[in-house]
């Protein structure tokens, strides 16, 4: 048996013992990894040097794309390597660190996506006093709040994770899934994770009846907007929002809250890509690859790179 004192490491899921497939699952994660550090680097980029995305909207969609990056960072470098080098293992204080930053990143995604239905509700529905209200440091307060929060959330549930007692080392996923921890134990502890559980599910339900309150009074002003064109425009910042928030919350609350001992393996593999992977992934498509003034700040960039490059070769010349 077994205990805490005792377990140095874990044995993650493997997902082939045929070593081609173990390479061709390397490099497929390798190819998730590019895109989905690419793109929210370019997101990171265009906000920080273009002054005309010095809006709350993109502040928040630049703190979006770096928790993004982290989450992303968590997971899948550990699984590439393991597949590269035909190893399963990941140390005790690697398990740790991956409960810890999954949990406090995607507090902190959570509540930055909450930050932005506010955000959106406040330019939508009373936009004469939009500047009075997320000003410059209000939105700065809110930003450090969700990631000073997050880490404080991380904290607790890796108190409650590794205070249980282990009958086994073998987690049947690809990473340290907190549900997968919860079946090695052998002791009443995992009651207290339960109750983490819960709180974690109360919280994730307070932020989303709170983005869908948001919306409603937005929807409603949204179609009073005379124009087909004004339409169009108010919902195209809405609706990439709402997309997002509903893969986050809906992934995680099937991971999370159902029985974990009536799914199989493959489920379980599926609906952890599907929150850990797909919205670090596809954000940058959501939020960046359909809005134009992202895109126009992109081109810019690019235009001033090439610029750059030709005066210097100028000058050397």
């Not at 968590?74 to 597949?83: G, L, Y």
């Not at 179609?223 to 609706?239: D, E, F, M, W």
């Not at 003034?293 to 001033?304: G, H, R, Y």
Request: hydrophobic share 50%; aromatic share 12%; charged share 10%.
């Amino acid at each position: 048996m077994l205990n805490i004192t005792s377990t140095t490491e874990f044995l993650l899921l493997e997902f082939s013992d045929i070593r081609e497939l173990q390479i061709l699952h390397f490099f497929i994660f390798l190819a998730v990894y590019f895109t989905a550090v690419t793109g929210n680097l370019l997101i990171v980029i265009a906000v920080a040097l273009d002054h005309h995305l010095h809006t709350p909207m993109y502040f928040f969609l630049m703190n979006l794309a770096l928790l993004d990056l982290g989450m992303v960072s968590i997971t899948v470098p550990k699984a590439m390597a393991n597949s590269f080098l035909n190893t399963r293992s990941i140390s005790y204080s690697a398990c740790v660190a991956q409960v810890f930053f999954l949990f406090s990143l995607g507090w902190s995604n959570l509540a930055i996506l909450t930050i932005m239905a506010h955000d959106r509700y406040v330019a939508i529905c009373n936009p004469l006093q939009y500047e009075t209200i997320m000003h410059r440091r209000a939105c700065i307060q809110m930003a450090i709040s969700a990631w000073i929060t997050g880490i404080f959330y991380g904290i607790l549930n890796i108190g409650g994770t590794f205070a249980i007692t282990f009958c086994s080392n073998m987690i049947n996923q690809f990473f340290c899934e907190v549900p997968q921890i919860l079946k090695l134990s052998c002791s009443d502890m995992y009651l207290v994770e339960v109750g983490i559980i819960i709180f974690d599910f109360s919280l994730g339900l307070g932020c989303f009846i709170f983005i869908i309150v948001s919306y409603l009074p937005i929807f409603a002003a949204v179609l009073r907007i005379p124009s087909v064109h004004g339409q169009k425009k108010a919902l195209s910042t809405c609706l990439p929002h709402i997309t997002v928030v509903s893969l986050l919350i809906f992934s995680s609350l099937f991971t999370y809250m159902r029985p974990h001992s009536h799914t199989s393996s493959n489920q379980d593999l599926i609906f952890a890509i599907i929150y850990v992977i797909l919205p670090p992934l596809l954000n940058p498509f959501i939020y960046g690859m359909r809005n134009k003034e992202i895109k126009t700040a992109l081109l810019k960039l690019s235009d001033l790179g090439h610029f750059s490059k030709t005066i210097s070769r100028k000058a050397f010349v």
